[in-house]
């Protein structure tokens, strides 16, 4: 399984990204799918994640009510929609796959597939 994830960039407080990422296989319909972050000197750190139906959806509590997770099982993809955007919310941005379950999981051990990351950064 690959996955790619792209849509970082540069952009103002207050303003809006999309992130997207793209993952190879047949399955991705049972997958279940998350996002993570990292910021310099810090541990990588849960958004979102969202189950394979698409129903179950949990947040961090930094980004609840500012992130929407979705997925667009027809084109292997899944989302990371992100508003009102903090200076604190820079960071590198990886997604990450559970291919054997396909429910949603908050902890980075629970995901045996990631990509590489793309970057976002808010200026303030």
């Known amino acids: 399984v690959q996955l790619q994830a792209s849509g970082g960039g540069l952009v103002q407080a207050g303003g809006s990204l999309r992130l997207s990422c793209t993952a190879s296989?047949?399955?991705?319909?049972?997958?279940?799918m998350g996002w993570f972050r990292r910021t310099p000197g810090r541990e990588r750190e849960f958004v979102a994640t969202?189950?394979?139906?698409?129903?179950?959806?949990k947040y961090a509590d930094s980004v609840r009510g500012r992130f929407t997770i979705s997925r667009d099982n027809a084109k292997n993809t899944v989302y990371l929609q992100m508003n009102s955007l903090k200076s604190e919310d820079t960071a590198l941005y990886y997604c990450?796959?559970?291919?054997?379950?396909?429910?949603?999981?908050?902890?980075?051990?629970?995901?045996?597939?990631w990509g590489q990351g793309t970057l976002v950064t808010v200026s303030s």
């Open positions: 990450a796959a559970n291919t054997v379950y396909g429910s949603y999981w908050y902890s980075e051990t629970d995901y045996n597939y």
């Open positions: 296989g047949r399955t991705f319909t049972s997958y279940g």
């Open positions: 969202i189950s394979w139906t698409g129903t179950g959806k």
